[in-house]
């Protein structure tokens, strides 16, 4: 056994250092993707609720002319827009009206 070294306190020192200094390095990148990623899901929830939120809301009474045989010749639906919402686009283009009759 006298031909054998064994590990001396400094090296182990030295060592356990680096294994500090790797370990926090791997922390500091997992915490940080960590953050980048909460801040990127958060992003795409507000995007979402925007997107699925009404910017429309009707605004008084729905009203139905009729003509003189009782078809419903044209429906007044009053709108206004949400509060808090941006203006919207209702250009013939952009806007499909459907009507469901039972």
Do not use: C, H
């Amino acid at each position: 056994m006298a031909g054998k070294k064994g590990i001396v306190g400094i090296e182990a020192a030295i060592v356990l250092i680096a294994f500090v200094i790797v370990a926090a390095a791997l922390a500091f990148v997992v915490l940080n993707m960590g953050m980048f990623t909460t801040q990127k899901s958060k992003e795409v929830m507000n995007q979402a609720l925007n997107e699925a939120s009404s910017a429309l809301e009707v605004d008084g009474s729905v009203m139905a002319y009729v003509n003189d045989t009782g078809f419903v010749r044209a429906i007044y639906i009053p709108l206004k827009i949400s509060p808090g919402q941006q203006a919207v686009d209702l250009s013939n283009d952009k806007v499909d009206v459907v009507i469901r009759l039972p």
